[in-house]
């Protein structure tokens, strides 16, 4: 596994992806359909290749942003008024603090140990960006997966649509359109459906203001709040509306909008139980 920057097997196998499903549909399976000469054809062309850079220009982002790192400064205050949530340990009750950093964790921070460091509001290291989805990132890596969607399934469309439109006498062989038409498309279904699944859960995910690592925490919280007669309620879980900007940005024209980015510096965040201005 390649240090976090570095160019490895997982990121040219996403690229060499892409790139064989764009050779694909843009080159073998529009001109069998509506031929490139046609203005669907061009027009099909074009709109899949705008979407096919916006892929790699998403993914490209993903990959080379820093997700967000610990400022050296930072200390927790517990006598801050505006900060009405600290994180502690598990054992001890001891505000959260790195060993391996030697420095404090603000709340959301974990430790990467491929990253070796920690990382804001950190959800997940994925090997596929070999970066890990933090504070900084995690806007670009959904948009990036919701264009990949889009696009798998716009791609699926169009190679369906060939293969029914290609000569019926057509010889089969490794280098036929035939084949490669086919091989795409059988590659295309568990891929589409591990992205569709990716996106359906990180988007329940924002609308519980939530990162992987705090629904699995939560899970284990809830057990024993209900063990102890108590309910168990995710501090930072603003509604649904106030979850979605915390991530999405203020402006929701620009919600999907790759060069748009989220609000806050990752230190702090606002929870339930902060005190609405209007009563303070």
Known sequence: MGRPGYVTVPILSVLAAIGY???TTVFLAIPAWLGLTTAAGVANAAAFTALAAACIAT????????????????VPDVEDAGSPIHEIKRKGGDLRYCQKCAHYKPPRAH????CKRCVLKMDHHCIWINNCVGHENYKIFLIFVLYAVV???YSMVLIIGGAIHLPKDEQPGSDSPRTSIIVCGVLLCPLALALMVLLVWHVYLILHNKTTIEYHEGVR????AEKAGNIYHHPYNLGVYENLISV???????WLCPVSRNIGNGVRFRTSYDIPLSKA
């Open 248 to 254: 999405l940005g203020p402006n929701m024209f620009c």
């Open 151 to 153: 696009a798998c399934l």
């Open 21 to 23: 499903v764009y050779y």
């Open 111 to 114: 430790h990467c140990r491929v």
């Open 59 to 74: 993914y490209a982002v993903a990959v080379l942003r820093d997700p967000g790192s610990v400022p050296a400064s930072f």
């Open 221 to 224: 919280a809830m057990w024993l």
